[in-house]
């Protein structure tokens, strides 16, 4: 895509850290730029990107240069997860929560955590049960944009955008499975053949419940198809 042909969310977007945090109040990088584009949020929300950050975004907006809003976060050196793999006992939450998929293991199995690739967004700690999971500064006397370099950040962003694209392939595949199943338990109610008042009436039951599955199902389809259609526009 051209400069022409980016939005201000775009632009925006590509002055974030890609760190995919959660920090500034929003799921990732691209809705907080989608906020702050549309004057939503406030532009010193990122304690990853730091003073620096700010000041970039302040650049693009042609607004003043603002402090880091404390309540999102202080400027900090660059942390790295790392692992105590003698105490994981693999139960693949941290896996889960990593929007960069920077950390490898197996159900009941050892993790860790590939350092080349971790952004140091610290998703993976609250979940772990056995606080096993440390953030160690890496990038000693260096913060925000000094700690962090535009090529780490386009990494990022393609390895979180790898991950939606595969969690949401993951859902439609569940959701189709589940949707057959749906449908051959409505034929197999559909073809028995009751013969009292309550088995007429749980024939009935049965009908409702698949059929409004069904339908939600139908539903939520349609409304990730414009999701997508809105997103690409």
């Known amino acids: ?44 929300q990122c304690p990853p990107g730091g003073n620096e950050g700010v000041a970039r975004i302040a650049a693009l907006l042609g607004r003043p240069v603002i402090p880091l809003n ?40 050892m993790h860790t955590v590939l350092p080349s690739l971790c952004t140091g967004c610290d998703l993976c700690v609250p979940p772990c049960p056995v606080d096993c999971i440390d953030m160690r500064p890496v990038t000693p006397g260096r913060t925000g944009w000094d ?18 694209r595969r969690l949401q392939r993951d859902k439609q595949e569940n959701d189709a499975r589940l949707a057959a199943k749906a449908v051959a338990k409505l034929k197999e109610v559909e073809a028995s053949a009751p013969a009292t008042d309550a088995e007429r009436n749980e ?27 809105k997103k690409n526009s």
């Not at 942390?79 to 939450?93: F, K, M, N, Q, R």
């Not at 700690?147 to 939606?164: F, G, K, L, N, V």
């Not at 024939?203 to 198809?225: F, G, L, S, Y």
Request: with cysteine.
């Open 1 to 44: 895509m051209s400069d022409l042909q980016k939005t201000l969310a775009d632009r925006i977007e590509d002055l974030l850290p890609q760190t995919q945090c959660k920090k500034c109040g929003y799921p990732a990088c691209r809705p907080y730029a989608e906020a702050i584009a549309d004057g939503s949020a406030g532009y010193n």
């Open 70 to 109: 404390p309540a999102n976060g202080i400027e900090r050196e660059r942390p790295l997860a790392v692992i105590d793999e003698s105490a994981c006992i693999g139960c693949t939450l941290c896996i889960q929560a990593c929007p960069v998929d920077a950390i490898v293991g197996a159900a009941k199995q």
């Open 147 to 164: 700690a962090w370099s535009h090529s780490d950040a386009d990494a990022a962003r393609s390895r979180h955008d790898a991950r939606s």
């Open 203 to 229: 024939k009935e039951r049965k009908r409702a419940i698949i059929q409004a599955a069904m339908e939600r199902a139908r539903m939520q389809k349609e409304q990730a198809m414009q999701d997508a259609a």
